[in-house]
């Protein structure tokens, strides 16, 4: 089971530094940690994304830095200022849905721009002391897009490729091309990660059973929802509700003190824990998670957490 990956994908505003210093430090499993997605504005490094790539939490988890961008002139200064900044692991973000993103041609909208896609190889072959990885939808809006560029992402220098097997239209709604996974796996060269609607043990032996070849699985949505997930998997047993959410309690107090001891006022406060519950309802039930929601001071919202 070792050699089999188990990837936690970043999910902005919810899987800091803090969020992935404690899940590690009280779940376990994970193989590798995803930063948010790194970008250049007006040309330069935004400061909060590199605020928490070298934020003294990541210490207890391996984390690579993920970026996103439209262009080479995007992505050449990212890979060079990350690697001058001592960055040895870099994911390339080609599959964020998000309209805001692909309307501007990055993410899963980058794509389109064959041209630049075919640049990519000779780029990171330039980087020999990086390892780099690739994350990609199936398309724009056309399922099978990928097979377009498969010459260019075959001749790139990757350590995997993690595929969501939707289109970027479609964001997390709609049913997965399972089919058109299935073809990818067997066009790729380098090894395929699957991910899309990861939120049970089940999800994650299903798609090691429905595929034998891939080598490990990505989740996001589902560990947010379910922070156990990848501990129950790798114990081979189901936890019970109530231990789930003892543990997920657990984890809920160390990242809230973290936060009271670091920002200032319930409104920053608030800002910050409030996302941990945003995928959660089915875990900890709807009365308590809109109770949550709702909270607008700290003493609500302890008090919503307290009908978990």
């Not at 992935?20 to 790194?38: A, L």
Request: aromatic residues 10%.
């Amino acid at each position: 089971m070792s050699d089999f990956i188990i990837d936690v994908a970043p999910v902005q505003g919810h899987t800091d530094a803090a969020w992935r210093h404690f899940h590690k430090s009280i779940y376990g499993g994970c193989q590798s940690y995803y930063t948010p997605f790194i970008r250049l504005e007006r040309g330069d490094f935004r400061k909060h994304d590199l605020k928490d790539y070298t934020s003294e939490l990541n210490g207890n988890h391996e984390v690579a830095a993920q970026v996103i961008f439209r262009d080479m002139a995007e992505l050449r200064p990212l890979i060079e200022g990350l690697e001058e900044r001592g960055v040895k692991r870099i994911d390339l973000n080609t599959g964020c849905p998000f309209p805001l993103q692909t309307a501007k041609g990055r993410g899963a909208g980058f794509i389109a721009n064959r041209e630049e896609y075919f640049r990519i190889p000779s780029l990171l072959k330039e980087h020999g002391d990086v390892e780099f990885s690739l994350k990609m939808r199936l398309g724009y809006s056309d399922p099978d897009e990928w097979r377009g560029v498969m010459p260019a992402i075959s001749d790139m220098p990757l350590k995997h490729v993690t595929l969501h097997p939707r289109v970027a239209r479609q964001q997390y709604g709609g049913d997965l091309y399972l089919d058109r996974f299935g073809d990818f796996l067997k066009a790729c060269p380098h090894p395929v990660v699957f991910n899309g609607d990861i939120r049970t043990p089940e999800d994650i032996e299903r798609a090691k059973t429905s595929f034998p070849g891939i080598a490990g699985v990505m989740t996001a949505r589902g560990v947010l929802g379910r922070p156990s997930l990848i501990a129950e998997f790798e114990e081979g047993k189901e936890w019970s509700r109530e231990q789930r959410l003892e543990k997920m309690l657990h984890f809920h107090r160390e990242l809230l003190c973290h936060y009271e001891s670091t920002l200032c006022g319930d409104s920053q406060i608030l800002s910050k824990i409030k996302p941990f519950w945003e995928y959660a309802e089915e875990e900890i039930g709807r009365k308590a998670w809109k109770a949550v929601k709702k909270a607008s001071n700290i003493a609500k919202y302890h008090s919503a957490v307290a009908m978990i």
